[in-house]
């Protein structure tokens, strides 16, 4: 039986609609709709621009339907961690803060004076990042109190699943990025949020992920001409749907890293790891589908090379992402580096600039020219993937033979050869549309099409091209050389 699924896959620098048919054991995809998304700057805040957001998923469906009428069902994934609080009324207390605005810079040092670090990773398995919905709702709570009386907790997808259904969840797979969720117990902790003095009274039902969430509201049918088309809950954070569509290779043993504005590298786990190695390591535990755990770590991935754009671009430079690669491989191999996690890369800006400045301030001198300012990066990430691989691989106890890699980073076929290279084994690169494929295949776990995540990757693996890269000959002692720098950066 054919049928036909919408998925809107919303990142942090834009968003599309993409139309799944599946057929005879096949998948095939078509881009209906894409639009841009960013942060939006007022009062001196970072916000989302939600209403516009709602527009375009609208948009978004309304071509779909001109496409075809005949639509199974509507799924939505985002980011993690960013949130509305949504009142009675069904509107937002205020704009959804954006999760680089500056606001939690020095909130962990309030935070943890109240429940200390190694507790909170104990309890949720969540790493720290000072833009995890605890330190967001933590800042918010103390500024405006008021946003929280008689609202309820939405986190983005889920905000965006009321929007089309009217159901009132938080989803699995999103709210475990939140840190505020009980690892073992997939739940809230309540216990964490009285001691933060959150009201718990703001924190939904926690819905699992492949399972109906409605139909789509009376209101939306007649605005949009259209049946009571089902909304389905998926892994609505969008790397719990990427991760599903890894099409893991038989019979090996293998890693992944979804590869986008942000690089996510881990294993897929059946139970979470809260020791105090897998904190100091970095490690966090999220949600998957199938009960699954996503055991990773977060990496900034190509946000690196898309703000070195953008401003290269203000400045009236126009310039493609291959160019840039090959700009790269120009310049002295591993003659600079930097951890791309640092603070000073996180918010928007002078990304070039930055990366200069670091480069100085760690006493490597002055980068000589803009090839070397991007040979830096690519260098960068591939020691970093190198790096937290092997820590993977010392909690685990495992030795990986392949990393998989998927979504849109896999299109930048100058990092994937210089990762290979530096971690010495095979990378497979893809499928690109990552997220967009797993959050199709969760719709039709939902209606019962697709019986579990196994039957969903034979789906992937018959459907979409995999590309294979292997590492160079003759260059893996430079890259152990260059770890070692690397590392010491990264524990400055």
Same mark, same amino acid.
């Given at each position: ?96 803060? %954006? ?19 190694? %507790? ?19 800042? %918010? ?108 290779? %038989? ?242």
């Amino acid at each position: 039986m054919k049928k036909n699924y919408l998925a809107f896959d919303l990142g942090a620098s834009s968003g599309r609609a993409i139309l799944g048919e599946l057929s005879d054991g096949r998948l095939s995809l078509s881009e209906i709709h894409r639009f841009t998304n960013g942060p939006l700057e007022k009062d001196g805040s970072l916000f989302w621009d939600f209403d516009a957001i709602c527009r375009e998923i609208k948009t978004g469906l309304k071509k779909a339907l001109l496409k075809t009428n005949d639509i199974s069902s509507i799924a939505v994934d985002t980011w993690g961690v960013d949130y509305i609080l949504l009142k009675k009324d069904g509107n937002a207390a205020r704009l959804p803060y %954006h999760y680089r605005d500056a606001r939690t810079d020095k909130t962990s040092e309030k935070v943890f004076s109240i429940v200390p670090a190694a %507790h909170i990773y104990e309890k949720t398995g969540i790493q720290y990042m000072q833009l995890n919905t605890l330190y967001q709702l933590f800042e %918010h709570e103390k500024t405006h109190p008021e946003d929280f009386e008689g609202s309820t907790l939405l986190l983005i997808p889920d905000a965006l699943t009321y929007m089309l259904c009217g159901d009132r969840a938080c989803e699995y797979t999103e709210a475990s990025t939140s840190n505020l969720i009980d690892a073992k117990q997939k739940n809230w902790d309540l216990e964490l949020i009285e001691r933060l003095g959150l009201p718990s009274s703001v924190f939904p039902r926690i819905a699992m992920p492949c399972t109906a969430a409605g139909k789509l509201t009376p209101e939306l049918q007649k605005e949009l001409s259209c049946p009571a088309i089902s909304v389905m809950r998926i892994g609505s954070h969008d790397t719990a749907s990427a991760v599903a569509s890894v099409p893991a290779p %038989h019979g090996k043993k293998w890693a992944y890293v979804s590869c986008g504005t942000w690089a996510l590298l881990g294993a897929e786990l059946d139970q979470p790891i809260l020791s105090e190695k897998a904190r100091l390591a970095g490690f966090t535990n999220e949600g998957g589908l199938d009960g699954k755990i996503r055991f990773l770590t977060n990496i900034m991935g190509t946000w690196l090379l898309q703000e070195t754009k953008r401003v290269w671009e203000e400045k009236g430079r126009k310039i493609s992402y291959p160019e840039m690669g090959a700009m790269a491989m120009k310049a002295e191999p591993l003659k600079f580096l930097i951890n791309p996690n640092d603070k000073k890369f996180l918010s928007p800006g002078d990304m070039p600039g930055n990366i200069r400045d670091y480069c100085m301030e760690t006493g490597q001198g002055k980068i000589p020219d803009d090839n070397a300012v991007l040979r830096c990066v690519y260098d960068s990430l591939a020691l970093y993937f190198r790096m937290k691989l092997e820590e993977l691989q010392a909690l685990l106890g495992v030795k990986y033979e392949c990393l998989n890699i998927v979504g849109g980073g896999t299109k930048d076929r100058t990092l994937m050869q210089l990762a290979s290279d530096c971690l010495g084994i095979a990378v497979a690169a893809g499928p690109v549309e990552a997220t967009s494929i797993g959050n199709i295949i969760g719709q039709a776990m939902a209606d019962g099409t697709l019986s579990n995540l196994a039957d969903a990757r034979e789906i992937v693996r018959s459907s979409f091209d995999v590309e294979e890269f292997k590492p160079s000959s003759g260059n893996a002692v430079t890259w152990n050389g260059a770890l070692e720098k690397f590392r010491k950066l990264c524990q400055a």
